[in-house]
């Protein structure tokens, strides 16, 4: 028997992943996404889906609890897996607002309507809510330390999916992922901008000294582990999901450029983000314990992501000739140069 997700968040970089994912891999499955187009969302995303019955688009905002009821209940729908959400730690930084209404009030409308109907509820979340990791790897049992507000707020809904599980006794599981590259995301996120910047012959504005360390994994095995965890997720349970290998951004933008055949002086050092976390590192045990294995090393991610954005400028260069001139002028246009020490 198929089933019927509901996908919020789904016409987004891991949400279209996900959809494709899914419908590619399970020919019985059916899949609803619910998105509000924001400016990350992007139909182009589930462009080549448009035909398959299987397959069903709705505009509308997770924070909207009517919506969210008349689309779960004309779809019969089996199971919400939730990527919806203000995503960018810079934007968060900037103006945190959206993000606390979509990533804790839109959890918290799409739990309540999962308990109301006794609904499987999937939340995707981030590395990012352990905080800054010095040394060693979090593992899903640490405390949540987010220091941004886009980490806080998805450590907010974290928080709330917990809880419905232990209150209301609610179906629930969370995937903490790590940093995901691939198709389709948004070129604010360091991977495409880094890429499609070098591909035009711009700066690749590395933050400080660029010796944070991230977790880069492809998102193609990020889509996998969630399906997974929906299926055989213990309730009221968090997976780890990443290569579980760390390197630093320095090493990134090199392959980047390696990739390209890009020159190294390229690389602009600016000011570095307030509050960066230096360090995420994530220990997978749990997750591999469940059969599943990241199929792609940062490394290989990296590179396959950089030949992506090769092949795909129909994709992203209406991206960055619209509104995203203005927002990299606002982010980038005054930001001084890196002063170290
Ligand atoms: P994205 O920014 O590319 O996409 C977010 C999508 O959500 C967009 O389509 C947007 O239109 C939609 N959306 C935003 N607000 C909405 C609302 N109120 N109602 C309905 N739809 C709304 O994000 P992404 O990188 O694909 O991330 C997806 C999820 O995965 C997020 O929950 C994010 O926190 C989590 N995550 C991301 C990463 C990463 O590296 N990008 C890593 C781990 C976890
Ligand atoms: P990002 O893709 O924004 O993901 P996150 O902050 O959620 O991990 O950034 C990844 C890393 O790259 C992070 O350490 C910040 C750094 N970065 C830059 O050095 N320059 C940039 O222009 C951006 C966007 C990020």
């Not at 919506?67 to 960018?88: K, P, S």
Request: charged share 25%.
């Amino acid at each position: 028997m198929g089933r019927t997700l509901l996908v919020t968040g789904g016409a987004g970089f891991i949400g279209s992943n996900y959809v494709h994912y899914v419908l590619g891999s399970q020919p019985e499955d059916r899949v609803v996404v619910l998105d509000k187009l924001t400016y990350a969302g992007n139909l182009d995303n589930l462009k080549s889906l448009v035909d398959d019955p299987r397959y069903h688009f709705v505009q509308g905002d997770i924070c909207d609890a009517e919506t969210v009821a008349r689309v779960l209940d004309a779809h019969g729908v089996d199971a919400i897996v939730n990527f919806a959400a203000e995503t960018h730690v810079d934007r968060s930084i900037a103006d945190p607002d959206a993000f606390i209404r979509t990533d804790v009030l839109g959890t918290h409308t799409l739990l309540e309507a999962a308990r109301e109907r006794g609904m499987r509820y999937h939340q995707v979340s981030t590395d990012e809510v352990y905080g800054h990791v010095p040394e060693g790897a979090s593992v899903e049992t640490d405390p949540l330390e987010p220091r941004s507000p886009y980490a806080a707020s998805k450590a907010g809904g974290d928080l709330l999916v917990n809880a419905y599980f232990v209150t209301y006794g609610l179906h629930t599981t969370i995937t903490r992922g790590s940093n995901n590259i691939g198709p389709f995301q948004y070129p604010e996120k360091v991977l495409p901008l880094f890429a499609t910047n070098a591909m035009e012959g711009e700066m690749l504005p590395v933050y400080g000294d660029g010796l944070q360390e991230r977790d880069y994994q492809w998102v193609g095995d990020h889509c996998e582990a969630i399906d997974l965890v929906l299926r055989r997720g213990a309730p009221g349970e968090a997976y780890n999901v990443g290569t579980g290998t760390s390197i630093t951004n320095m090493e990134m933008t090199q392959l980047v450029l390696e990739t390209l055949g890009k020159d190294r002086g390229l690389i602009r050092h600016v000011a570095d983000r307030p509050g960066h976390d230096r360090r995420y590192c994530i220990d997978t045990a749990k997750i591999r314990a469940l059969g599943w294995r990241s199929r792609h090393t940062p490394q290989e991610a990296i590179r396959e992501s950089v030949r992506w954005y090769v092949d795909n400028e129909w994709w992203w260069r209406p991206i960055k000739s619209g509104a995203f001139k203005a927002y990299y002028q606002e982010m980038y246009g005054s930001r001084g140069d890196y002063q170290a020490g």
